[in-house]
């Protein structure tokens, strides 16, 4: 199985990421361009775990030896130098990915996998920037990384069928499913997931129903887990609005305009969960 992962950007999806992978026994670096964002990063990956403890999921064994196997690195080169794959989770930005995918294609054995933690952004694209596309790929994780069961493998025309089976390895020892999709704007999860939180944010725009009532009816109406306006909330709205427009871009399908309400809380900062409010309230404990 892989053992030693570079984990780069250390925002909430990098942190879910590297605990995910240090508590399936993975040796992990964990580096981000940000002064402080590593040392944040790893201060609620500690708290992670230690609500792990508390609710009896690890022991506290095991949540110390998680820990201590991600490692903090100073950039980008530290990270990637001799490991077995590089997990990139920085902002949705494709500029900003080519460049560090470029910088992790020169610094990075031959043979280490480059993957992509988007969630709507081409493979194919991002791995114009490397001179080994055969070896990169998309692995979409879901927030909150610990909790979320599901990674999408996502493969562009030239990615190597052969570096899919170390990364199902991978998954299953993290405790998740991967399933595998074709590079096409917003993959399977991100396209359906946003095409419905658009349309539940129509409906609480026209005065349809509370966002609390239109979740509970795909909670107890449909089985879902958890509504489309908290599974929002959870990702960001600032998130949801980027994917929404370029999946809207992409597809020139009406369905993904966002819609004025979606705008209107990114601008006033109501961007979920991480700021305390979207279409829910969410307090400092629920943080």
Do not use: C
Not at 46 to 67: E, H
Not at 168 to 174: G, I, K, Y
Not at 238 to 246: G, N, Q, T
Not at 250 to 260: A, K, S, V
């Amino acid at each position: 199985m892989i053992s030693r992962v570079a984990v780069i950007g250390a925002g909430t999806m990098g942190a879910g990421i590297a605990q995910a992978a240090a508590v399936a026994g993975v040796q992990v670096r964990l580096a981000d361009a940000q002064a402080g964002a590593v040392p944040g990063a790893l201060t609620r990956i500690r708290a992670t775990l230690d609500g792990g403890v508390s609710r009896g999921k690890l022991s506290g064994a095991d949540a110390a030896a998680a820990f201590a196997r991600i490692v903090a690195v100073p950039d980008v080169d530290a990270a990637v130098l001799d490991v077995e794959l590089v997990i990139e989770a920085i902002v949705e930005d494709l500029g900003e990915k080519q460049r560090l995918f470029a910088r992790a294609d020169a610094i990075a054995r031959t043979d280490t996998i480059l993957a992509t933690n988007t969630s709507s952004l081409s493979v194919a694209s991002i791995a114009t920037a490397t001179a080994r596309p055969a070896r990169v790929i998309g692995m979409h994780f879901f927030n909150p990384v610990h909790a979320m069961q599901l990674v999408e493998l996502v493969t562009h025309p030239q990615t190597d069928p052969a570096i899919i089976p170390p990364l199902r390895e991978l998954a299953a020892a993290m405790k998740k499913t991967a399933i595998v999709v074709r590079d096409s704007p917003g993959f399977a999860s991100s396209r359906l997931g946003v095409a419905l939180g658009l349309e539940a944010m129509r409906m609480v725009e026209e005065g349809v129903a509370s966002a609390a009532d239109i979740d509970t009816a795909m909670t107890l109406g449909y089985g879902h887990p958890m509504g489309p306006l908290r599974v929002s909330d959870l990702v960001g709205l600032d998130v949801r609005l980027k994917i929404a427009e370029y999946l809207h871009r992409e597809l020139g399908d009406p369905q993904f305009l966002p819609p004025e309400i979606l705008r209107r809380k990114v601008r006033h900062g109501e961007l979920g969960k991480k700021t305390g409010k979207g279409f829910y309230e969410w307090g400092d404990d629920e943080r």
